[in-house]
């Protein structure tokens, strides 16, 4: 069982093209998190989100936090070929201490020229 | 500064023989994590050392991984009698503290024949 829903699992666009990515649990989250993967490498993170309701903006991308802290997104505007990588959302449970994360299965994304 | 650096890269080995992964955390970080990323796949939590405290091994799947962290630093995560299903990228993260952001190194590809 999949604690952290997260669709899709792979995109395809065209240069240019609005795309979201969702994360979706039926747990609360005391944070979220969303990291960028490159092949051979570990996620890097992009951004944290605490407060639910909250927005994150950087630059292009959009995170937000869903009310509840059960869910959140990430909305990228007129993607780049320079955008495609791997996109992990993970959260950190209420009430666990050491800041172990659990993760989503991934977005692969390809933006195509 | 170093970020966290991870050896072997690589590592292929026989099914049945026993494999060492290190970790060298960033230093000064108490916290460091060890993750399992199948194909494809989001991260899975193995286990999670924060300074002097016994560590949290609830993730480790089997009674063949174990992990050690000495002196606070670097840190071994062994798997013993290794089978197939063990092929995986295994993730080194660390933190300043368990509640501050996640550093990853490039992790070790681990291919059982």
């Known amino acids: 069982t999949q604690l952290l829903e997260q669709s899709p699992q792979f995109l395809s666009i065209q240069e240019g093209e609005n795309l979201t990515v969702y994360c979706n649990s039926s747990?609360?989250?005391?944070?979220l998190q969303w990291y960028r993967q490159e092949p051979g490498e570990g996620p890097v993170l992009l951004v944290t989100v605490v407060t639910g309701g909250e927005v994150k903006k950087l630059k292009r991308l959009t995170f937000q936090f869903g009310d509840a802290r059960k869910d959140s997104s990430l909305h990228i505007t007129a993607a780049q070929p320079g955008d495609t990588g791997l996109y992990l959302c993970a959260g950190v449970m209420i009430y666990n201490q050491g800041g172990k994360l659990i993760f989503g299965q991934g977005t692969e994304l390809s933006v195509k020229p | 500064g170093a970020g966290v650096s991870q050896s072997p890269s690589n590592k292929v080995t026989e099914k049945g023989k026993d494999v060492e992964l290190r970790c060298d955390p960033i230093s000064g970080h108490t916290a460091l994590y060890w993750y399992r990323q199948s194909l494809g796949q989001g991260l899975e939590f193995l286990i999670y050392?924060?300074?002097?405290?016994?560590?949290?091994k609830s993730g480790l799947p089997s009674d063949r991984f174990s992990a050690e962290r000495t002196g606070g630093s670097v840190s071994t995560l062994t798997i013993q009698r290794t089978q197939q299903e063990d092929s995986a990228v295994y993730l080194c993260a660390s933190s300043r503290n368990g509640q501050e952001t996640q550093y990853f190194g490039p992790g070790t590809r681990l291919l059982v024949l």
């Open positions: 747990s609360v989250f005391s944070s």
């Open positions: 050392f924060q300074g002097n405290s016994a560590p949290d």
